[in-house]
């Protein structure tokens, strides 16, 4: 395998982990489905919470916002590296403590 493909599965599944570890949280389910090219979908079990889907494209995850009809935005995260995905993870935990209506589906 080349070097630049090589570093590229690797900042891959780096960055994979970094997104399914807010499945260690409550209220939160990280699924990862599909190959090489898979999509991760992080959804929270909160009323009005922030629900994403990240697809792997070239060289990083494009994530969009998804809606209560499963309807998906247009991109607005790109991740290219492990420090952005944890950057992230971070915020995705302060916003879902900070939201509105915290009521439990």
């Known amino acids: ?8 599965s ?3 599944l780096l960055i994979r982990n970094r ?9 939160i ?4 489905t599909g190959g090489a090219k898979g999509t991760i979908r992080i959804r929270h079990k909160k009323i009005h919470a ?3 889907r990240f697809r ?3 060289d990083h995850f494009i994530g969009c ?5 499963d309807k998906e935005s247009q991109a607005v995260i790109s991740l290219y590296t492990p420090v952005q995905a944890s ?3 971070s915020a995705y935990i302060l916003l879902n403590d900070l939201r509105a209506k915290q009521k439990v589906s």
Do not use: G, Q, R
């Open 29 to 32: 389910n990280v699924e990862i």
């Open 50 to 52: 922030l629900e994403f």
């Open 1 to 8: 395998m080349a070097p630049a493909k090589d570093k590229l």
């Open 19 to 27: 997104l399914k570890s807010l499945n260690e949280l409550p209220y």
């Open 10 to 12: 690797v900042t891959k």
């Open 87 to 89: 950057y992230f993870v």
């Open 65 to 69: 916002f998804i809606d209560k009809d």
């Open 56 to 58: 792997w494209f070239t």
